[in-house]
């Protein structure tokens, strides 16, 4: 019998008020893989997460969290289910420091202090560098180092991470994938989306390209990779 996924999608349509965008996506996860979720502007990627992290009710269709069928469920049944999302924009409190978010993601996440805190700088010396600064003034790289500390806290079963490498320099995005791999070597399945492909693939076990709101192909990355255009995979991502 094969190992049930860690996230399952099945025929998943979705809205914005009347109008259809998402018009019955598949999508798995299987456990401890990382999936690249990749496709133009307006495809559809973030409104998959969406669905997918109870943001945002489908309208018909079916989601599964290790077997569990949750669609509808509120974000908090979904956290306690293992899955933890980094939102396009990063999810970091900008008006509090380094040290503050790391106090409120321990308060939420119901870890201790001091184990966030030695975790993360442990991971990120950047971070303890700039412990007294506020988020909102960290590099974009620093707030993404941030928002995946806040991850790592809580020990997910499944990580959902939408446009990683967005604004970020090449080599800040390679420091970031090679932490996504990591992570995933750990056992923690990840669904990435990104706009442009080459990095997210290059640690990817399986690829899916959506267009227009329906999944166009699955498979690994070097098959993906051959079906996409040099511009589509873009030379930083
Ligand atoms: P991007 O990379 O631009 O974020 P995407 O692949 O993540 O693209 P979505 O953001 O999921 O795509 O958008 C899918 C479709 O839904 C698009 O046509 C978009 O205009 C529309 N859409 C997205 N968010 C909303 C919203 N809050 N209200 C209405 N329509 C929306």
């Known amino acids: 019998m094969t190992e049930t996924p860690a996230l399952e999608l099945i025929d998943v349509h979705a809205a914005y008020g009347r109008i259809e965008v998402l018009h019955g996506v598949d999508l798995t996860v299987p456990r401890g893989c990382v999936v690249a979720l990749l496709g133009p ?13 109870g943001q945002m009710p489908p309208t018909s269709g079916h989601v599964h969290l290790s077997g569990h069928h949750l669609n509808g469920a509120d974000p908090d049944r979904l956290a306690r289910a293992g899955l933890c999302t980094i939102p396009e924009g990063r999810g970091v409190f900008p008006n509090l420091s380094v040290d503050e978010n790391l106090r409120l993601f321990a308060y939420t996440a119901k870890v201790g202090e001091k184990d966030i805190r030695e975790r993360t700088f442990a991971q990120f010396p950047r971070l303890q560098e700039r412990r007294s600064q506020l988020a909102g003034r960290l590099s974009g790289g620093e707030q993404q180092m941030l928002a995946m500390a806040r991850a ?18 090449p080599l800040i995005v390679e420091q970031l994938y090679e932490l996504v791999a990591e992570i995933a070597a750990t056992g923690v399945s990840v669904l990435v989306v990104e706009q442009f492909a080459r990095r997210a693939l290059a640690v990817a076990q399986y690829a899916v390209v959506m267009v227009g709101g329906r999944v166009t192909a699955v498979g690994e990355p070097a098959d993906i990779e051959s079906q996409l255009s040099e511009a589509y995979l873009g030379g930083a991502a």
Request: net charge negative.
């Open 41 to 53: 502007n307006g495809a559809g990627k973030s409104t998959t997460l969406r669905v997918a992290s």
């Open 152 to 169: 790592l806290a809580t020990d997910p079963a499944l990580l959902m991470l939408d446009e990683l490498s967005m604004g970020l320099a």
